[in-house]
């Protein structure tokens, strides 16, 4: 069955860095584009980033562009948010989510991960 | 982008069957498919409908979604309520381009 699992989460100073990674397990990794979703205490789901199956092609959500990647290893069957000049309002549980589309992207987030927290606190 | 709004809180009592409502700002309801989630306190979320319509392995029958081109809303429909359909529960939509979701909507089952 799927599995993903986060790490990295932590309490970090505004403007530092960080990097999320997620372990797949449980389905072929590398046929699936993967995204990352954050929920800030207390509030709702906000799409953060895709990444195709190929790792080719990406996209990041307004809130992150410019500040945050997304990459994958397939060869590792990993997912990483590399997370630069942290913000206050970047708090939030982080989610490692598989897209329902194999070798292409949906509007369907099929498999959650529990999910990670990051701190951005002075 | 468009958004999707969700009315806040919802409740109703066991037994009896309750409506989350879902409407697009722009754009046309229909043209793309709405997913719906359900996340109760403390866990990740889970999908029960997607396609408008669907429901993923092991969601209930209780379960149901539809598509309203004339109020240009989606809803999710939960019938028999019982007390573990206590949760959150989001609507989300892709144009193509970007990926939403609704506000969320607290459902009370008292």
């Known amino acids: 069955q799927v599995q993903l699992v986060e790490s990295g989460g932590g309490v970090v100073q505004p403007g530092r860095s960080l990097r999320l990674s997620c372990g797949a397990s449980g389905f072929t990794f590398s046929d699936y584009g993967m995204h990352w979703v954050r929920q800030a205490p207390g509030k709702g789901l906000e799409w953060v980033a895709v990444?195709?199956?190929?790792?080719?092609?990406?996209d990041h959500g307004d809130s992150v562009k410019g500040r945050f990647t997304i990459s994958r290893d397939n060869s590792k069957n990993t997912l990483y948010l590399q997370m630069n000049s942290l913000r206050v309002e970047d708090t939030a549980i982080y989610y490692c989510?598989?897209?329902?589309?194999?070798?292409?992207?949906?509007?369907?987030?099929?498999?959650w991960g529990q999910g990670i927290l990051v701190t951005v606190s002075s | 982008n468009f958004m999707l709004t969700q009315p806040h809180s919802v409740s109703e009592s066991p037994g009896r069957t309750v409506t989350i409502s879902c409407t697009r700002n722009t754009g046309n309801i229909a043209t793309n498919y709405v997913q719906w989630y359900q996340q109760r306190p403390g866990s990740a979320p889970t999908p029960v409908i997607y396609e408008n319509n669907q429901r993923p392995s092991g969601v209930p029958f209780r379960f149901s979604g539809s598509v309203d081109s004339s109020s240009n809303s989606a809803s999710l429909s939960i019938s028999g309520l019982r007390t573990e359909d206590e949760a959150d529960y989001y609507c989300q939509s892709f144009d193509g381009v970007n990926w939403v979701f609704g506000g969320g909507t607290t459902l009370t089952v008292l």
């Open positions: 989510v598989r897209d329902s589309m194999q070798w292409s992207t949906s509007g369907y987030f099929d498999s």
């Open positions: 990444i195709w199956y190929h790792g080719n092609k990406k």
